[in-house]
């Protein structure tokens, strides 16, 4: 743990305040530990330690902290220790924060903690039960304001609409941000702010677009991300096309009405760069005027922030960007704020994982030598409703099993160390060939000196196809063992052969 801390900080384990360097945001902080027994000191530092390398995050790290101490605190006031708790206790933590008056997600917050604590102890043979013999599932009822991707079809009937040039009802200056805000992942605010000189051309058939975002050097100098586009896509280039056209406009403009601007998304009808609100407000005003639905019938809310989930969800999606380098350029604090961009729909959340995985799983690159790639099999839906009827709560989870935990947004990553997902081992033969796909490939980068970073994300991806193998062949073993010890007259009745 001292060698892994000092990937992050040069001070020692039993320091009071650790100041810490997050190397993939390039972001500083302190984490502080609070007073108590030496014993908790550890379990708190190691928890701590571990949010730092799963989220590369210092504020989830010291969310943990100061959130889990409220429950060693309310252990020790009952002579309690952490290391010793069972399910009753739990309970019993949950009533007190019953009664707490805070808000049900910072209650929340605190479960999770509490039981992060204890997996830290469970973890480094200091529990006295296993963690499936504690239960912290409990969640308290938050409101259902989680925002998420506007429905597939919304997004569509918009695109028809602003990448159509023959539809004149769409300003060049409103078409030129939409096409911005669907390609590039940067907040509104950055996009608004983009200078009118742009452009750049690194090589031969490619452009590059600047935009500002929102980090400032000492100086108070912008930093700016580059995106780079091919010349001949029929998306890209008609961006480029627009951009052009928008720069000799505000050129044009200037010359006649000798006013000066030095930014690209300039309104002459306003004579000024146009704002959110201005955006906001002429999406709402299209998806009246042309009646844009919802997948369950109700009239679409679309904002610019709403792009960028779609946006940010599709690079996802593509197994081309991995999660890490998507966090970046959306300017994310770590990855988990990426991942939840990831829903291609509201309306979809069990579907999520499905799309967005499988394309890690069959992705066919040109470094992989292999005929076919794996593919999905197709499952009776009768199958499916027949598990489902294992609660009334319990969702299908495409391609990979059954999740009967509806608080939880099903994660790829996730689902299979997760206790209420129940893999489909229908699949298994899918996962064992996909798992050599992602072997080739790791092995591809590894002989031709492939980025770090690459290496790292395969390894990762191989890490977790294994854990979902594991997790079937076991599901695959126990259905056997039942078959066998069910016995010949009971088979017999039960198929209706007796």
């Known amino acids: 743990m001292e060698r892994t801390l000092s990937h992050f900080s040069e001070n020692s384990w039993s320091d009071k305040v650790w100041d810490v360097h997050i190397p993939s945001s390039g972001k500083t902080a302190k984490i502080r530990f609070p007073n108590a ?36 605190t309310h252990l020790n006031e009952s002579g309690l220790f952490i290391e010793n708790i069972r399910t009753p206790i739990v309970s019993n933590y949950i009533e007190y924060l019953k009664k707490q008056q805070i808000g049900d997600s910072q209650k929340n917050s605190r479960i999770r ?33 989680r925002k998420r991707a506007p429905d597939q079809c919304v997004v569509d009937a918009l695109d028809k609409l602003f990448f159509d040039f023959s539809n004149n009802e769409i300003p060049q200056v409103f078409r030129l941000a939409y096409f911005l805000l669907r390609l590039i992942p940067n907040r509104i605010s950055e996009i608004l702010a983009m200078n009118l000189e742009c452009l750049s051309y690194p090589d031969v058939g490619l452009f590059a677009i600047s935009i500002p975002s929102w980090k400032e050097t000492p100086l108070h100098t912008p930093l700016y991300s580059k995106y780079t586009f091919v010349m ?12 052009r056209q928008q720069q000799e406009s ?24 146009i704002t959110q609100v201005d955006f906001n407000r002429f999406l709402a005003k299209i998806i009246k005027e042309h009646g844009i639905l919802t997948a369950n019938g109700r009239k ?18 593509s197994g081309i ?20 961009y990831g829903y ?17 799983l069959t992705e066919q690159l040109d470094v992989v030598d292999t005929e076919i790639p794996a593919k999905p099999k197709s499952v009776n839906p009768a199958k499916y409703l027949r598990l489902q009827n294992d609660t009334a709560y319990t969702r299908v989870i495409p391609c990979f099993g059954l999740c009967s935990n509806t608080q939880c947004c099903p994660q790829y990553e996730k689902c299979v160390k997760c206790d209420h997902f129940r893999p489909d081992v229908l699949y298994l033969d899918y996962f064992i060939e996909a798992r050599g796909i992602v072997q080739k490939r790791l092995l591809k980068f590894m002989k031709s000196g492939g980025a770090p970073a690459a290496i790292e994300f395969e390894k990762n991806q191989l890490e977790t196809i294994n854990a979902y193998i594991t997790r079937m062949s076991a599901e695959e073993s126990e259905s056997a063992a039942d078959l066998i010890s069910f016995g010949e007259d009971e088979s017999r009745r039960a198929y209706g052969t007796a």
Do not use: W
Request: proline share 1%.
């Open 37 to 72: 027994r030496s014993l908790d000191k550890d379990i708190l530092r190691a928890t701590a330690l571990s949010f730092l390398v799963q989220h590369a995050s210092a504020d989830a790290a010291q969310r943990v902290v100061r959130e889990g101490f409220y429950f060693i």
């Open 113 to 145: 903690s509490a039981c992060s604590l204890f997996e830290t102890c469970v973890e480094n043979g200091l529990a006295t039960t296993t963690a499936k013999a504690v239960d912290f599932s409990y969640r308290f009822s938050e409101p259902a304001n």
């Open 232 to 243: 001949d896509g029929m998306i890209e280039d008609a961006l480029y096309k627009l951009v």
């Open 250 to 273: 505000i050129r044009q403009y200037t010359r006649q009405e000798t006013q000066d601007s030095d930014y690209l998304l300039y309104d002459f009808q306003e004579d000024r760069v």
């Open 300 to 317: 679409a809310v679309v904002t610019s922030h709403a792009l960028r989930h779609v946006c940010i969800g599709e690079r996802l999606r």
């Open 321 to 340: 960007y991995s999660p890490e380098h998507t966090m970046k350029e959306a300017n994310h604090s770590n990855v988990d704020v990426t991942l939840s």
């Open 344 to 360: 291609m729909s509201e309306h979809d959340e069990a579907e999520h994982l499905g799309k967005i995985s499988s394309v890690v």
